[in-house]
């Protein structure tokens, strides 16, 4: 059995930013049978910074308190600053995560730089 910490549980229980972006900036969209998972994040971009960030998500405890922190850091970021976030820095809001779970919750990374591509192919992107 895999043991979170209590930051982890906490986020998981009371998960920040649920929810869907109306005509976001960008959307990533990542489904797994494998994993059973299936998560889409969503981002609003205003001048080259992140505003908003949310998600719907099917998935573990990891999952979705890694989305539900990744969704708080983001807003203020630009894009640059977005991309540099990554699970070694996720894990450690969280007080870490059991090294079984990292695949999972690389989900949610995966997932917003997905958002970000699609943010940048709309042509709306401004350096970060």
Not at 57 to 73: D, F, H, M, P, R
Not at 100 to 125: N, P
């Amino acid at each position: 059995m895999d043991k979170y910490s209590r930051a982890t549980i906490r986020e998981f229980m009371s998960p920040s930013n649920i929810g869907y972006i109306d005509d976001p900036s960008g959307m990533g969209h990542i489904a797994d049978n494998a994993d059973a998972v299936e998560l889409t994040f969503f981002i609003s971009v205003d001048a080259g910074h992140i505003t908003d960030a949310k998600y719907r998500v099917a998935g573990c405890t990891a999952l979705i308190s890694t989305l539900s922190v990744l969704s708080k850091e983001l807003p203020g970021k630009t894009i640059d600053e977005a991309l540099a976030l990554d699970m070694s820095y996720l894990s450690g809001v969280l007080d870490g995560l059991p090294e079984s779970k990292w695949r999972c919750a690389g989900y949610a990374v995966q997932a917003l730089h997905l958002a970000i591509e699609d943010y940048q192919s709309k042509g709306e992107a401004t350096a970060g």
